[in-house]
């Protein structure tokens, strides 16, 4: 079966963060989706919002704008958060998630939290900076930076602050689901040991740590990453 595959961008960031990926799987199969205020998409929640509110403005974008059917939820970092969010509340809509750099809590430093509420871009920039790996090139951070569409207004701020009061460590287990979870072997923001919990919590699960990448692995190693997925779609469509 060819299932859809909808990604879902991190903190700050935007649909075009995935842009190798829907050229790799096609645009008839694979949708990238900007959250609420960010890239191409108005802002329609408030300026607080929790990872539950920005689930529930995905499944409405997936069902009224997208009309998917059990498509699969493939998420980056706070989008990891999303994925895992959907996950436990509307499992039955869905048919498998991925999860890519994220973790089942994603506490961000008070320093780099502040930061982003009074100098966004500056912690936009500290925040490229750590996520790449250093074997990345050097250039990596300034192109992902120069590539993304800016937030708007407190979005940043916004994403980091739902990140932060993200913690469904009680409630992972409850994720039935067939998941697979990927991580470079350098990540900084969301070490590897997060991927292993949500390995080891989430029964139906696959964890591929990726070389030479750091938090965007999927920007870093795409054809890796690539090729992982196509690989987990398969084997779970055969079973």
């Given at each position: ?26 645009t008839d199969r694979a949708f990238a989706i900007d959250l609420p205020g960010h890239g191409q998409r108005a802002n329609t929640l408030l300026d607080e919002v929790g990872v539950l509110d920005y689930a529930r403005s995905v499944l409405a974008i997936i ?177």
């Open positions: 079966m060819n299932h859809s595959i909808v990604f879902i961008h991190g903190s700050g960031d935007s649909a075009y963060i995935w842009r190798l990926q829907i050229e790799h799987f096609g069902t009224d704008e997208l009309h998917l059917d059990h498509p699969i939820i493939a998420g980056h970092s706070l989008g990891g958060a999303i994925a895992l969010m959907l996950g436990l509340e509307y499992a039955s809509e869905l048919s498998g998630l991925i999860l890519i750099g994220t973790g089942a809590r994603l506490r961000v430093h008070p320093d780099l939290l502040e930061s982003a509420r009074i100098t966004p871009q500056k912690a936009g920039h500290r925040l490229q900076e750590l996520a790449v790996a250093a074997t990345s090139a050097a250039s990596m951070p300034g192109i992902l930076i120069n590539e993304q569409v800016t937030p708007g207004p407190n979005m940043l701020y916004r994403d980091l602050a739902a990140c932060n009061s993200f913690d469904i460590m009680t409630r992972i287990h409850e994720i039935q689901l067939p998941t697979l979870i990927i991580c470079g072997t350098e990540d900084r923001l969301t070490p590897v040991k997060y991927s292993q919990y949500l390995h080891d919590k989430i029964v139906s699960s696959t964890l591929h740590i990726i070389p030479d990448a750091g938090h965007y692995v999927m920007r870093e190693q795409p054809e890796a990453v690539n090729h992982v997925i196509e690989d987990w779609i398969d084997k779970k469509d055969c079973k």
